[in-house]
């Protein structure tokens, strides 16, 4: 079984912790079968942007990161807390925790502000959001990241960012391909409707 650790900070984007959720889900029902998805974050209940809270399965503090192989990050809002928990010395720490097991970390949007918080990013290759403005991949810039600003997913290493929502399916696809396969992949985005390139 493949598990996906789903890290959520309040004031997630509930879109971006979905897409996560529902392609890692419908693998588990309708694919190989064998990944899994399980919440996590600094409270008990971790409220979205939209208002509803999501219960967490386990508590940060007892991860064991060898059950996992891959970390999946969704962006939020600064306005309902987002970077509070994001950048939380516990949140960047199980990060770093990922990354020294060589696990594959996947963001979406500002979700990789975190990750180039940590200090894994410093040198690499991200995208972040930046639509209409550019402070969030300023921020990320200022974190020593290499920036590529037009591009919806960027993959440097284990890591992989989105730009922003719309980029939410290709990142998601693109890690359960990683956990997977490509054919198996291609079967999922099928049936979830979508083409295939």
Same mark, same amino acid.
């Given at each position: ?7 959520? &900070?309040?004031?997630?984007? &509930?879109?971006?912790? =979905?897409?996560? &959720? ?23 209940? *971790? ?15 007892? *991860? ?8 999946? #990050? ?30 594959? #970390? &996947?963001? *979406? ?5 975190? *990750? ?35 591009? =919806? ?5 284990? #890591? ?38």
């Amino acid at each position: 079984m493949k598990k996906v650790l789903l890290l959520l &900070a309040n004031g997630f984007e &509930a879109f971006e912790a =979905s897409v996560f &959720a529902d392609v890692i889900g419908w693998n588990k029902l309708e694919g190989d079968l064998n990944t899994e998805l399980l919440t996590t974050g600094l409270h008990e209940e *971790i409220k979205s942007t939209v208002g509803f809270s999501v219960k967490r399965e386990l508590s940060i503090s007892e *991860i064991n990161v060898d059950e996992f192989d891959a970390l999946a #990050i969704p962006g939020g809002f600064e306005e309902k807390g987002y970077y509070d928990d994001a950048f939380h010395e516990d949140f960047l720490n199980l990060i770093n925790k990922f990354h020294e097991s060589n696990k594959i #970390i &996947a963001s *979406i949007c500002v979700g990789a502000l975190p *990750i180039a918080k940590s200090g894994i990013l410093k040198n690499k290759n991200a995208t972040t959001y930046g639509l209409g403005q550019s402070t969030r991949q300023k921020q990320l810039s200022d974190f020593g990241v290499n920036v590529i600003p037009d591009q =919806s997913m960027v993959v440097d290493g284990n #890591i992989i960012t989105g730009y922003n929502p719309s980029a939410s399916f290709e990142v998601a696809f693109y890690l359960l391909e990683l956990l997977t396969s490509k054919d198996n992949c291609s079967k999922i985005k099928a049936l979830m409707g979508f083409k295939n390139n």
